[in-house]
């Protein structure tokens, strides 16, 4: 990478996004003061040069930082609740972040109810998600294997019984059962296996980009190529 050239720069060259006068391709929004007055715009360019853009509206209900799979969630909720105006900032791109690199499994054999019954939750979310958003949404039923050491026997007992009381079906299996879910597995190995069969696999960044969708439809302005670097208050109130 070019010392001249930042990772905005190859983003916005990726994108497609524009370059205002300030040779930035997208400059942060921000709340700034101009030099003839003391009042704020909201949410402008901040670059002075010309070319600067607004957004759509100058305030929210909710603003949330960062495009990922939780930011455009909670956008997406929001709106269902009937929350007017959400905003999500996303410094990047949507799924730039960690939501564009992960995994992408979803399973609920976890050692904590609570935890576990949030889990199931999103299980359920996922799987029943063009249902509801009327989007398509690829989801993969691989189940999860959990592989322990022999001697945590109570110990994966005890999750096994946690994320049963939250919902989950997983159960223990034996090493032939286990090494047929998983070849390649060590056959002469002591360890033991508790099975969760729904737990499921999503590309993350089909998902990331699903969701920006759906969010975009019921009315969440994804706003790209915006950076928050600091959030300005006034008594118990945001300006920006």
């Known amino acids: 990478m070019s010392a001249s050239r930042g990772w905005d720069d190859y983003c916005a060259e990726a994108l497609g ?23 704020p715009f909201p949410f402008l360019h901040s670059c002075k040069a010309k070319g600067f853009r607004r957004l759509k509206e100058p305030t929210s209900d909710f603003v949330i930082v960062g495009g990922g799979v939780t930011g455009l969630s909670v956008g997406m909720h ?11 900032l996303e410094r990047h791109h949507v799924g730039s972040g960690q939501s564009g690199h992960a995994a992408g499994i979803v399973r609920a054999l976890v050692g904590h109810k609570s935890v576990a019954s949030m889990l199931m939750d999103s299980l359920r ?26 001697d945590q026997s109570d110990n994966l007992d005890q999750v096994i019984q946690k994320a049963r009381e939250a919902g989950c079906q997983a159960q223990r299996v034996s090493a032939a059962e286990a090494i047929e879910l998983q070849p390649g597995l060590r056959q002469d190995s002591p360890d033991i296996y508790a099975f969760e069969p729904d737990a499921v ?3 993350p960044m089909l998902a990331v980009q699903t969701f920006a969708r759906v969010a ?16 300005l208050k006034k008594g118990s109130q945001i300006h920006g």
């Open 125 to 150: 979310f996922f799987t029943g998600f063009k249902e509801q958003y009327g989007e398509e949404l690829v989801v993969h039923r691989i189940g999860y294997l959990l592989l322990s050491e022999s």
């Open 216 to 231: 975009r439809r019921l009315g969440v302005e994804v706003v790209e190529g915006c950076e928050v670097h600091s959030i």
């Open 201 to 203: 696999q999503i590309d």
């Open 78 to 88: 929001l709106k269902r609740l009937g929350v007017p105006r959400v905003r999500v």
């Open 17 to 39: 996004l524009r370059t205002c006068a300030c040779s930035r391709p997208i400059c942060k929004f921000s709340e700034i003061p101009t030099r003839s007055t003391s009042r």
